[in-house]
């Protein structure tokens, strides 16, 4: 057992002062007392923060930020972006999925993020052929998170088809594809190996219903249902316009509606970007108890809309913050730009906050790593008994949260103008950046850098 002495911390009734937290030898919180000396205990100076869920990540995604970025023809979309990053990852080699990962998962470490759940969908050869050890993209990214450090739910996608109704897939798309038969081997096997993992869990990740038919979604959910019963369940839905319109043309339903009709959705699930919802959509789904997946800087980026954001949070419903296609890699931007997006477009101040005089950095925060810890279904998300000890030390020697109180420390950590927020970082009682550095950053940004040369030639 160790013993922990936080200055200040973030508890789930609130800041609290002089905190002894004890962790046990498999890195879980072992007991949490307020106002108490700390003798021999390892003294933590400043704020603390349970760390943050990043609950959707497809990492090689992270090499192709800042090269999509120029004027193209007119409508130039999200599904002109997709056709941009299609093309990117015809060339990746594990070699270079592994690198990038590696170097994106320390920057997500740095940033404040302790766990990730990688969607991944690149499983094929350049050919769309399986390579000779089928989960090798796979084992790549355990291995990045192994290195990295940081806590990973794996969720292996099925997909199968381009379009709603079960239309063949691209040649765009012959690295993503599976028989339902295959993917559910696939998941067997990595089942059995990651049950032995404390820091990681598996899940799955049916693409979207663009991808995948009700057949196929019944079929693969049911499989991963035996091995684990409360195991995560993430599918993209309603991100774009095109695909509503897709999906009322097909079955008569919006994405959000069929899931809540046909899916079972329940605290299992998450339900990545779900910007277009109509009312009965957001009541719906707040009520289920399934994670709304929220990506602001991806979902900025690509010009995807917003998020019914107030009617959702007052149905009480559940969210978390994802990096996606990791133009941004950044916990506190993400929820700055989640509020500033409701701010633009209800013209007002303070749009996502609560009881007045309440914190809106902090209420967000806790949302943001309560949500993010069902979707990632890890016991992380808060500092409390029986969850793990993963948490963010907030950065005193920045100007920006300098002479802050704890109590309005993330308003200005969110709000306010600090570049570099976090100090220290702990994953499992492990120690994972200190003084706002990796301990592998520069071998992990060397070998990036290599396969990105390569990849831009
Ligand atoms: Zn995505």
Not at 106 to 118: H, N, P, S
Not at 194 to 220: C, D, F, N, W
Request: charged residues 20%; contains cysteine; glycine residues 10%.
């Amino acid at each position: 057992m160790r013993a922990f002495s936080l200055e200040h911390a973030l508890l789930p009734q609130g800041w609290a002062s002089k905190v002894l937290i004890e962790v046990d030898a498999a890195g879980m919180i072992a007991s949490v007392t307020t106002d108490s000396e700390a003798g021999n205990a390892e003294r933590i100076a400043g704020c603390v923060l349970p760390g943050m869920p990043n609950l959707h990540s497809h990492a090689f995604q992270r090499a192709l930020a800042g090269l999509t970025e120029k004027g193209g023809p007119a409508h130039d979309s999200f599904w002109s972006w997709r056709e941009q990053m299609y093309r990117f990852l015809e060339r990746l080699t594990p070699d270079d999925v592994e690198a990038i990962a590696t170097r994106l998962y320390i920057e997500m470490l740095e940033a404040g993020y302790t766990t990730v759940a990688e969607f991944q969908y690149l499983h094929h050869d350049p050919k769309g052929e399986v390579y000779s050890q089928a989960d090798e993209m796979s084992q790549r990214l355990i291995a990045a998170a192994k290195t990295a450090g940081i806590a990973l739910t794996l969720l292996p996608v099925f997909y199968a088809h381009s379009q709603f109704g079960g239309e063949p897939p691209t040649e765009g798309q012959r690295r993503f594809i599976h028989s339902v038969n295959g993917f559910n081997r696939l998941v067997s096997d990595l089942h059995a190996q990651l049950i032995h993992e404390p820091q990681m869990r598996l899940g799955i990740a049916p693409h979207s219903l663009r991808a995948v038919t009700p057949h196929e979604l019944a079929a693969v959910v049911a499989h991963f249902e035996i091995l684990d019963p409360r195991g995560p369940i993430h599918i993209h839905a309603a991100e774009q316009r095109k695909e509503v319109e897709d999906s009322l043309a097909w079955s008569g339903c919006r994405p959000v509606a069929w899931l809540l009709e046909h899916a079972g959705l329940d605290p299992r699930w998450c339900l990545i970007h779900a910007t277009h919802m109509g009312p009965d959509e957001v009541a719906g789904l707040a009520a289920t108890g399934a994670v709304a997946g929220l990506c602001p800087s991806t979902e900025a980026d690509l010009g995807d809309g917003f998020f019914a954001a107030p009617e959702y949070l007052a149905a009480r419903g559940q969210f978390g913050i994802g990096g996606d296609s990791h133009v941004g890699v950044d916990p506190f931007f993400e929820l700055r730009l989640f509020e500033y997006g409701q701010r633009l477009r209800a013209q007002r101040r303070n749009v996502l906050a609560g009881e007045t005089g309440a914190s809106l950095g902090e209420a967000l925060y806790r949302r943001a790593a309560i949500g993010g810890a069902r979707a990632v279904g890890q016991y992380v998300g808060s500092l409390e008994v029986g969850r793990r000890a993963d948490w963010v030390v907030l950065n005193g020697d920045d100007a920006a949260l300098a002479e802050h109180a704890p109590q309005q420390i993330l308003d200005a950590a969110i709000f306010g103008p600090a570049r570099q927020p976090v100090r220290d970082v702990m994953v499992a009682g492990q120690w994972r950046v200190r003084d706002g550095r990796h301990a592998a950053a520069e071998t992990s940004k060397a070998a990036y850098r290599a396969s990105l040369r390569r990849l831009l030639q």
